[in-house]
């Protein structure tokens, strides 16, 4: 079986209300998606999905955790998930027209003759969303840097060491010529 197609949401007889699903994120899922920035994925995707007649209305909760590195000195940080995403689904015959022009990545477009919504890629883009951009090691109690110590230092020796009169750029203007 299609590891993508547990992650289809039967559509057809569905009753109009809410329904509730969830997902156990881990490792594994993302491998379908190339390198990531992350692992130890420990995620639970939560979706309320709400059927109206020709509108269907998902909201995503995630949660859980992920380890990256930290950018300052390379420490494994484990990272808290914890986000909210809305998208709606809409019924229309020209669906592929209306996706290619739609501006808003919130709304989507199916068919009438659909039978399933498959949210593994929303579920993908929001835990990476979910990711902070900036990734430090978080503080210590009595307010130092979590950062491994070592490279703290071999960052801060080099930071003495560099001579700022030095022109790294120098010789770039002498290049402008050559194309």
Request: charged share 30%.
């Amino acid at each position: 079986m299609n590891a993508r197609k547990f992650y289809d949401i039967p559509i057809v007889g569905l009753k109009p209300g809410v329904h509730n699903y969830e997902f156990e994120i881990t490792d594994e899922f993302f491998k379908e998606y190339g390198t990531q920035e992350f692992d130890n994925c420990k995620a639970l995707v939560k979706l309320e999905l709400e059927k109206n007649a020709s509108v269907y209305t998902l909201k995503f909760d995630i949660g859980g955790t992920v380890d990256v590195i930290c950018d300052r000195c390379g420490n494994t940080v484990v990272t808290n998930l914890w986000d909210e995403f809305n998208v709606m689904v809409k019924v229309d015959d020209n669906a592929d027209e209306l996706n290619e022009n739609e501006e808003d990545p919130d709304i989507y477009y199916i068919t009438r003759i659909e039978s399933s919504i498959n949210i593994a890629t929303w579920i993908y883009e929001f835990i990476v969303l979910s990711i902070p951009n900036i990734r430090e090691c978080a503080p210590k109690s009595d307010g130092s840097s979590g950062c491994n110590p070592d490279v703290l230092n071999m960052l801060e020796n080099m930071k003495k060491n560099s001579d700022p009169k030095k022109d790294i750029w120098k010789g770039l203007d002498n290049l402008k010529g050559l194309n």
